[in-house]
């Protein structure tokens, strides 16, 4: 079975410390994102990913940076946690063609900057 | 840039009756995807159904089927005979059909659906 899997499901960290949310997928698929999901506010996308470092900017990426230097893992960084990025994470992974554009997710983190 | 709409934020049904979500999406694409996912309690994103932009024909998965109106860029989602187990966060979505940098998966605000007894 495809799985996509977080490191953590809950999270607190404190202020100002720099907080790496990992994300691995074994189905060797090209795209992988990062989104925040707030309350009325749906989904959002930070970063994504369509290859080995190869990242494009998402709608919020103020505040965060990625890694990907495999292709199964992409990493999210919070380089200075504030309070305000307080939220659920949720990693995904797709292939454009073969999955049909499908997007396979993770069972998400929940973040609590204190 | 590419948006997905959903006006709804809930909706509520009775158990085995049809409930309709609605979604809106703009894009000058010609050849895309539209998804609707299900977020339950648990958090564990469910894919429910997809569409591929270039076939005229309506998505159906079971008790699931979509209203496609390309023209009108309006995408929604039918429940026919609800089930306690359909309660959860509905999202709609939208992706190129091709990779590359520009292969973003857009999603709306989602619609909470409740299911009554």
């Known amino acids: 079975d495809v799985k996509v899997t977080q490191s953590s499901r809950y999270l607190v960290k404190r202020t100002g410390e720099k907080v790496f949310l990992e994300c691995v997928q074994d189905?060797?698929?090209?795209?992988m994102f990062w989104y925040r999901q707030d309350p009325g506010l749906g989904l959002r996308l930070i970063y994504f990913s369509y290859d080995v470092k190869m990242k494009e900017k998402g709608d919020i990426p103020e505040g965060y940076s990625v890694s990907r230097e495999k292709k199964e893992r992409f990493s999210l960084i919070l380089e200075s946690a504030s309070t305000n990025q307080t939220s659920m994470y949720l990693c995904?992974?797709?292939?454009?063609?073969?999955?049909?554009?499908?997007?396979?997710f993770g069972q998400g983190t929940r973040l609590t900057v204190v | 840039a590419q948006t997905v709409t959903q006006s709804q934020p809930e909706m509520s049904v009775q158990e085995a009756e049809t409930v309709t979500l609605s979604c809106t999406y703009d894009t000058s694409e010609s050849d895309y995807y539209l998804f609707w996912y299900k977020q339950p309690p648990s958090r564990q994103m469910i894919l429910v159904i997809r569409q591929e932009a270039y076939k005229q024909q309506n998505a159906t998965e079971n008790r699931f089927s979509v209203n496609f109106q390309k023209a009108a860029k309006s995408f929604s989602l039918k429940i026919s005979d609800s089930q306690l187990g359909d309660a959860a966060m509905y999202f709609c979505?939208?992706?190129?059909?091709?990779?590359?940098?520009?292969?973003?998966?857009?999603f709306g605000t989602g619609t909470l659906l409740a299911v009554q007894p």
């Open positions: 979505a939208y992706g190129k059909r091709y990779g590359g940098a520009t292969n973003k998966l857009i």
């Open positions: 189905m060797d698929h090209e795209n």
């Open positions: 995904a992974s797709s292939t454009p063609e073969g999955g049909r554009g499908r997007a396979f």
